[in-house]
């Protein structure tokens, strides 16, 4: 398997998820099985019960056992690989090695010169994550030398180089590799490889002080993980742009704006460990504009969540170092003194504590293969005691059979337990599946079943009225006085209107409902929206003698889709004309509260029950009423204003009773600026 090489110095273990019912499947094939197909089965017991290293060593081992029982030489070697994978994935790295070179000689044996890359790759990858870097590199070097026809894994390769060079400070032999991996992810169109590279070429020229250059590349890296919706590369990306324009004195306030950006998307991943990294950052660019009180704060604050998320010796060795510049800056040569002498003390910590860290990983290489030593005399050493076993077989075996039945008498029983419960399990999450399910089901129902209602009644009434009036006009013009023509005429333009409002909210929710309707959030001026909502209901409004009053700055301004907040606008306005009487009052107001704006539509009309209330905007409900002039309503039409207020990450609700009007409430995001 290919390792995922990584990014910015963070370290991640990606383990494979094992797959129970898979896992299942194969422990059943094998009850059945031959031990030459077994032995195939373990390999693949081995690794999907990867997350759990005990149980994928120990079907690796199985696996190994009986390939080089039935001469199965491509099964034994892989089987080693495994172990040795087991041990990667388990963070041994140290233990993972041998079993890697191990591996070598075989694989070359079989001119399986995949797997000897992985291999390779994998030696390179084990000693890197032991702070070995000059180690690592040579067998990245020969793993480079057996892929070169492969470009996506002579890039990654390259990538892994680069990343040995950064750690090691060798930043710009880092560069020189990484560069080369661009090419190649450039050339295969890889764009978030080649983001990852952008990345870690900026992070070098940061190392070498080439601030211009460091920037440049960032940028770019920015750009693609924002353009491909990646949230955790791209929040990494924003603090590192943070961090270069704290360098540059004209950027400050956009060194801020990248560093509250970052931390937005790390707080909605989850990642709130990060914040101790982005109040550093805060620091560095308040002590850059002279803040020094609030500066000292931020790195008080990034000190606390540091040891809060146990975020280890760097981060506090700089918090240390930038409180001594700060308080230095500000006069305080005391304060300087004593967080300087702190700066010093950790940091001499952090060299010991990597030199203690190399350390570690020798002995824990010694260890290994001293353990590999032993369990060779130990197999030696079977082997005599197996001849000496051989003069008393007959009394022994009866011994070990015994035994053998009670031990597997016993997996059995345990077998069996675990099943059911693991049964139990399944048939608890296929229940909660068949619920999730039925509700789903229910809502499309109800979907249906509003849509079907709509066309059966609400669209064939007003088109029955003007089939008849035109009816009645063609065949019999002249038998009807000019006053009946005109009224006619009347209730055919009113029931027309109803049909085309009626379409339109049919169309703007079957496009939704379809996922055709694409959300465009954009900065917009909330009174050209609502100027274009009531142009559109001005005549309507004046045939029943309402008046609209509006109360809103003419300044404000919305970040969202102006033809969905337009659609919302033009509904509830639509019903507040619908359902106010003649010489009626309806007040449209607007204002912001915090990061949102608030828009209300009341009206002084009939208003809503307390039980139709609670159902408004559920496609499921029954809820239809008539205008005060006998206006037609279908119910779609609130639906679509929630659907299109929620797309937007607003909220709406409605507040009435009986006979004194109604009010229809929703917010959304209002434009911060930049």
Not at 594 to 615: A, F, K, M, T
Request: with cysteine.
């Amino acid at each position: 398997m290919k390792k995922l090489w990584l990014i910015v110095g963070i370290l991640f273990i990606v383990f494979i998820a094992s797959s129970q019912s898979k896992v299942d499947s194969l422990l059943r094939l094998c009850e059945k099985a031959s031990e030459d197909q077994k032995s195939g089965l373990y390999l693949e017991l081995s690794f999907y019960s990867r997350n759990d290293s005990v149980k994928s060593n120990s079907y690796a081992r199985m696996a190994y056992n009986l390939a080089v029982k039935n001469n199965q030489a491509p099964e034994q070697v892989k089987a080693i690989y495994y172990l040795g994978e087991t041990a990667y994935y388990s963070q041994d790295f140290a233990g993972s090695i041998p079993y890697y070179e191990k591996a070598l000689p075989i694989f070359e044996q079989l001119k399986d010169s995949f797997q000897l890359t992985n291999c390779y790759s994998s030696i390179g990858l084990s000693y890197h994550f032991m702070t070995q870097g000059a180690k690592a590199i040579p067998y990245f070097i020969q793993a480079l030398k057996l892929q070169e026809k492969d470009k996506e894994y002579t890039a990654e390769i390259l990538a892994n180089i680069a990343l040995v060079h950064a750690r090691m400070h060798n930043d710009k032999n880092a560069i020189v590799y990484y560069r080369k991996a661009v090419s190649l992810n450039k050339a295969i169109n890889d764009s978030i490889s080649l983001a990852v590279d952008y990345n870690g070429i900026g992070d070098s020229f940061l190392n070498l002080h080439q601030i211009d250059s460091s920037l440049v590349y960032y940028l770019k890296a920015h750009s693609i993980f924002k353009k491909k919706r990646k949230a955790g590369y791209e929040a990494i990306a924003l603090a590192n742009l943070g961090t270069v324009y704290t360098n540059y004195p004209d950027s400050l306030d956009k060194a801020t704006n990248a560093f509250n950006q970052a931390w937005i998307k790390f707080q909605k991943l989850g990642l709130n460990q990060y914040e101790a990294d982005i109040k550093q950052g805060i620091g560095d660019v308040l002590s850059k504009q002279g803040k020094y009180i609030a500066a000292i704060t931020a790195y008080n604050e990034s000190l606390s969540l540091t040891d809060k998320y146990n975020r280890g010796f760097p981060l506090k060795t700089t918090n240390y170092k930038e409180l001594s510049k700060t308080y230095q800056k500000a006069g305080d040569y005391k304060s300087a003194l004593k967080y300087h002498i702190l700066y010093a003390q950790y940091n001499d910590s952090l060299v010991q504590k990597e030199k203690y860290e190399q350390i570690v990983n020798l002995e824990k290489q010694y260890e290994t293969e001293k353990k590999e030593n032993e369990i060779v005399k130990l197999q030696a050493k079977q082997e005599l005691t197996d001849v000496q076993l051989r003069k008393n077989k007959q009394f022994k075996q009866l011994g070990f059979i015994t035994v053998a039945l009670l031990l597997c008498f016993l997996f059995f029983i345990l077998y069996k337990y675990f099943d059911k419960i693991k049964s139990n399990q399944v048939l608890e999450e296929k229940n909660e599946l068949i619920k999730q399910s039925e509700h789903e089901l229910r809502v499309l129902n109800a979907a249906k079943n509003k849509f079907f209602s709509i066309i059966a009644h609400d669209l064939k009434n007003p088109l029955h009225t003007v089939l008849g009036y035109s009816y009645l006009l063609t065949t019999d013009y002249d038998r009807f006085t000019e006053q009946e023509r005109r009224r006619f005429a009347k209730d055919i333009h009113h029931s027309t209107n109803n049909i085309f409002r009626l379409l339109q909210n049919l169309l703007e929710w079957s496009r939704s409902q379809t996922g055709k309707l694409t959300f465009t959030p954009l900065e917009i001026e909330f009174k050209r929206i609502l100027g274009n909502s009531i142009k559109v209901l001005h005549s309507v409004a004046e045939q029943k003698k309402i008046t609209i009053n509006l109360d809103y700055n003419e300044e404000l301004k919305m970040f969202a889709d102006p033809l969905m907040i337009e659609t919302v606008l033009r509904n509830l306005i639509n019903n507040a004309i619908k359902f106010t009487p003649e010489n009626g009052l309806i007040d449209i107001t607007a204002k912001q509260t915090g990061d949102e704006i608030e828009i209300c539509v009341h009206d002084n009309g009939i208003g809503i029950s307390e039980s139709d209330l609670s159902n408004l905007f559920r496609i499921d409900s029954k809820v239809k009423r008539k205008g005060t002039n006998d206006e037609d309503g279908s119910g779609l039409g609130l639906i679509l204003c929630k659907e299109f207020v929620d797309k937007n990450h607003g909220t709406i609700w409605a507040e009435s009773a009986l006979g004194k009007g109604s009010s229809f409430t929703f917010t959304i995001p209002a434009h911060t600026g930049t």
